[in-house]
């Protein structure tokens, strides 16, 4: 047996381990990072209360409660039921992120795996579960690392749906790519672009059939969260979106660029969305770690650069969801980006940064053979190892401590 053979009978063994040490790491130093915030205790406390009254035969947020309109009932629901259940520790709404963090890594190995073979595959995950932010929002009590997994399954099952062309698929797809909205709002930025290229196929194709089934899976989702979050304040909602939706879906979701009723403010220009996005792609990519995290950032305008080039149809549509969503989000987010967000397009990124890496550095290094082989694993190794020292440094910078109950 060579030396080949034998890394490659040990590779999964090692990596086997790695992932549960890696869990175990996390379950242990749960409570010690982050600091708990009042987004935390925000989340917990709302989420008990829907779920009281849920049960309870009483409507919990009362109409026209406006602050709650995009707060996603599903998050409640599951949140709340397992705080309800196991208890209103911190530890407990940390762990059911947590879950949502494993569901995150797993829907990134689905569409990884659909574009490289094993191997890269295994990097865009290893990546993905230890990068700085994924770190953060797996032990945060937010729902945006389900919003971020739920965007990734439901680009998975499109691409699943493609291969199968069944009609069930496109009607499950059609429902699920809208009431993934009921997870939260943030999703809106990846629910069009998904759309769009999923009828822009179709179309194509002339498979109508299909067609109908997304847009009626699409329809029946649409109606049934505008009921979940609307009510009896569906009639004004709805007016107030036709007069202004983007202002609308800004007053909810965050931002300070908007004034409610008015529309764009007049501070707002497409300028001022730029700087807003640049500002926000830079914090929270490029200088997060400051010097350590620029690494980072050349592997996703790497991955973004080599997606313009590259062959493989996943890849370009990887590429568009980033681009579309990124706009919509430019439009929409303008001088408000709360914690969180940019997990939101994390895996995406590291994707198109695996893929660039493994296709091009090879290629660019053929001059040398003996370092072009290696070269891909080298860099991805490196930047594997910057996480993991990074999450640890994170955990040993806060003292443990023990929190009251966030219930």
Not at 21 to 30: C, D, E, K, S
Not at 60 to 89: C, I, M, Q
Request: overall charge positive; aromatic content about 16%.
């Amino acid at each position: 047996m060579t030396d080949k053979q034998t890394l490659q009978k040990l590779y999964m063994p090692l990596l086997v381990i790695g992932a549960m040490m890696w869990v175990a790491f996390n379950l242990v130093t749960i409570n010690r990072y982050p600091v708990v915030s009042c987004d935390e205790s925000f989340y917990a406390r709302t989420s008990l209360q829907f779920v009281t009254g849920l049960f309870g035969g009483r409507l919990w947020p009362p109409p026209p409660a406006d602050f709650y309109l995009f707060h996603g009932r599903t998050y409640w629901f599951l949140l709340g039921s397992v705080l309800a259940v196991l208890g209103k520790g911190l530890s407990i709404g940390r762990l059911f992120s947590l879950v949502g963090w494993m569901g995150l890594v797993a829907a990134t190995y689905l569409i990884a795996r659909s574009v490289f073979e094993r191997g890269p595959a295994l990097w865009a995950v290893v990546l993905t579960a230890t990068a700085w932010t994924s770190f953060f929002v797996s032990r945060y009590i937010r729902p945006d690392v389900l919003a971020a997994a739920s965007t990734l399954f439901i680009f998975a099952l499109m691409i699943f749906s493609f291969n199968k062309k069944k009609w069930w698929l496109f009607l499950l797809l059609g429902f699920l790519l809208i009431f993934q909205l009921d997870v939260h709002f943030i999703t809106v930025h990846f629910v069009w672009p998904v759309a769009a290229i999923a009828v822009f196929l179709l179309v194509k194709q002339r498979d109508y059939r299909n067609l109908g089934a997304l847009l009626v899976g699409m329809a029946i989702s649409g109606l049934l969260v505008a009921w979940l979050h609307l009510q009896t304040a569906f009639s004004s909602t709805v007016q107030e979106f036709l007069s202004d939706p983007v202002g609308l879906i800004q007053l909810h979701i965050g931002g300070q660029g908007y004034a409610q009723g008015g529309g764009l403010s007049q501070t707002v220009t497409p300028w001022t969305m730029l700087v807003s996005f640049a500002r926000f792609w830079w914090d929270r990519y490029a200088w997060l770690g400051r010097y350590a995290s620029l690494p980072q950032a050349a592997l996703f305008l790497f991955g973004l650069v080599y997606v313009l080039f590259s062959g493989n149809s996943t890849l370009k549509q990887l590429g568009i969801v980033v681009v579309l969503s990124n706009l919509s989000y430019m439009v929409v987010n303008v001088n408000y980006t709360p914690c969180c967000y940019e997990v939101m397009w994390l895996p995406y990124y590291i994707i198109l940064g695996v893929a660039a890496v493994v296709d091009w550095v090879p290629r660019v290094l053929s001059f040398i053979p003996h370092l072009a082989s290696p070269a891909p694993q080298i860099i991805l190794l490196a930047l594997t190892a910057a996480y993991i020292s990074g999450d640890i440094y994170l955990v040993a910078k806060y003292p443990s401590r023990a929190y009251e109950t966030v219930g």
